[in-house]
């Protein structure tokens, strides 16, 4: 069975860095890939996504300020966040892009203004 591990959140202030990964195990590493985060009281959303291949897709929020990643020798997915606002504040996930598996635990994310 596919599943995720997430770490690398933290408490940053605005404007600040955080590098996210995710450890994939349980599956061939060849599938699309996704982060996803969830807000205090709001519904998860996707971010960002990568392909096998490496081809990545972004959304509004993320544009221009996240970077999405994968090292597919160590079966990992990063995500670099730059700029980081107040609105990022959210546990992040890992998931397949146009599949999916269990949750994992996820990561916080804090950004403080």
């Known amino acids: 069975q596919v599943q995720f591990a997430e770490s690398g959140g933290g408490s940053v202030q605005a404007g600040g860095s955080l590098r996210l990964s995710c450890v994939v195990t349980?599956?061939?590493?060849?599938?699309?890939i996704a982060w996803y985060r969830q807000a205090p009281e709001k519904q998860r959303e996707w971010v960002v996504s990568i392909g096998s291949g490496g081809y990545t897709y972004y959304s509004d929020s993320a544009k221009g300020r996240f970077t999405i990643s994968r090292d597919n020798a160590k079966n990992t997915v990063f995500l670099e966040m730059n700029s980081l606002k107040p609105e990022d504040t959210a546990v992040y996930y890992c998931?397949?892009?146009?599949?999916?598996?269990?949750w994992g635990q996820g990561t916080q994310v804090t950004v403080s203004s």
């Open positions: 998931n397949g892009a146009g599949w999916a598996a269990p």
């Open positions: 349980g599956s061939t590493f060849d599938k699309p």
